[in-house]
């Protein structure tokens, strides 16, 4: 039985040297092979000819094919070259012993010719492998521009198209061509620079419906107003003295704006009310602390805090605070301060004394 050897490769690039070199050995080994020899696809029309300009011609001219079919037959020896547009395939068969290994690794050389090494050593079906993976990427990029929102998802949707991108471009070089003019580069096809264009738009869209959100979080919100009047207590004045340091300090670390509130907002003297607030630094400590709101005078020894705890989530859960009977007279209002020490700035509500 004659011997037969296959071999596979990945798609690729081939110049018309190259080519021409593959017609030459083919005519060598094969002088008076039968017609029909040379086979090529344009527009969905197959042309079939004795020789590649022959062929060629009636292909109309064209200066690239993505696909060709080399047939050889001399007795029981035989070659058969054929070219996808993903895959190249060649086999040599009969003759001597030595044939269809030599002949095959003449061919092998010719195709490795103007051949990178890194496409040398990728695998034969390197072009299925990312069919595969550009499917997969083009759904994870789609997922996260629907699903989620938000700074972080506009980054991550940029780098999923960006690995999309990179994969398709791979995927475009190991796509067969053969270039049938002298220096003629590989051109670009309308449809593949619409493709690069569509991968663009997840990186767009996300940067547009996220990237707001990112500068939102980015502008200074303005430092409460205290508005104290007739302050005679040195403890007011190192409260203000905190609370504009604490501004300063929120305009450069950007910390989140916090919010405080007090339930119920009126009550005596005496009587506690529930303070809750959000924003602030995640199990950190702050000192709540009561003070003279406007209109309303208080002696240093008047004035209260209490230490607070808050939670991992940067919130301060139902804390109750009691005002105390002699801090302050009916109908004073009294400025519930929250104060986180210079770690951001100081938040504040008013509470009114019956």
Same mark, same amino acid.
């Given at each position: 039985?004659? /011997? %037969?050897? #296959?071999?596979?490769?990945?798609? @690729?690039?081939?110049?018309?040297?190259?080519? =021409?070199?593959?017609?030459? +050995?083919?005519? /060598? %080994?094969? #002088?008076?092979?039968?017609?029909? @020899?040379?086979?090529?696809?344009?527009?969905? =029309?197959?042309?079939?000819? +004795?020789?590649?300009?022959?062929?060629?011609?009636?292909?109309?001219?064209?200066?690239?094919?993505?696909?060709?079919?080399?047939?050889?037959?001399?007795?029981?020896?035989?070659?058969y070259f054929e070219a996808t547009r993903g895959l190249i395939k060649f086999r040599a068969g009969g003759g001597d012993r030595f044939f269809p290994v030599g002949f095959c690794?003449?061919?092998?050389?010719?195709?490795?010719?103007?051949?990178?090494?890194?496409?040398?050593?990728?695998?034969?079906?390197?072009?299925?492998?990312?069919?595969?993976?550009?499917?997969?990427?083009?759904?994870?990029a789609l997922v996260v521009i629907l699903v989620t929102t938000g700074w972080a998802s506009a980054v991550t949707s940029a780098c999923i198209s960006a690995a999309l991108m990179i994969t398709w471009v791979i995927r475009r070089s190991y796509t067969t061509r053969f270039l049938l003019a002298d220096d003629l580069r590989e051109p670009w096809k309308r449809s593949e620079?619409?493709?690069?264009?569509?991968?663009?738009?997840?990186?767009?869209?996300?940067?547009?419906?996220?990237?707001?959100?990112y500068f939102e979080g980015d502008k200074t919100p303005a430092p409460p107003q205290s508005g104290s009047v007739g302050q005679s207590s040195n403890h007011t004045d190192s409260t203000a003295s905190r609370a504009a340091t604490s501004a300063l300090s929120r305009d450069t670390e950007r910390s989140a704006l916090a919010k405080i509130t007090v339930t119920p907002a009126f009550g005596k003297a005496g009587a506690p009310f529930v303070l809750t607030g959000t924003g602030f630094e995640p199990e950190s400590d702050v000192w709540v602390e009561l003070a003279a709101g406007p209109g309303t005078t208080l002696s240093k020894d008047k004035a209260?805090?209490?230490?607070?705890?808050?939670?991992?989530?940067?919130?301060?859960?139902?804390?109750?605070i009691t005002v105390g009977r002699g801090l302050c007279c009916a109908g004073g209002k009294i400025r519930v301060i929250v104060d986180t020490e210079g770690k951001m700035a100081a938040v504040e509500t008013t509470y009114t004394l019956k």
């Open positions: 039985m004659a /011997r %037969e050897v #296959p071999r596979k490769r990945s798609g @690729r690039t081939i110049h018309k040297d190259q080519l =021409e070199r593959l017609v030459k +050995a083919a005519e /060598r %080994e094969f #002088p008076s092979a039968s017609d029909d @020899r040379f086979s090529i696809t344009v527009d969905g =029309e197959t042309q079939r000819e +004795a020789s590649l300009e022959a062929v060629v011609q009636e292909a109309g001219g064209p200066a690239v094919v993505d696909n060709l079919i080399i047939s050889d037959r001399d007795g029981d020896k035989s070659f690794k003449e061919v092998d050389g010719i195709l490795r010719t103007r051949t990178s090494k890194l496409r040398r050593r990728l695998p034969p079906r390197m072009r299925l492998i990312t069919d595969w993976c550009l499917g997969v990427e083009a759904a994870m620079k619409l493709t690069l264009i569509g991968m663009s738009v997840p990186i767009i869209v996300a940067m547009i419906v996220n990237g707001p959100h209260e805090r209490h230490l607070v705890r808050v939670n991992n989530r940067g919130e301060i859960k139902h804390e109750t």
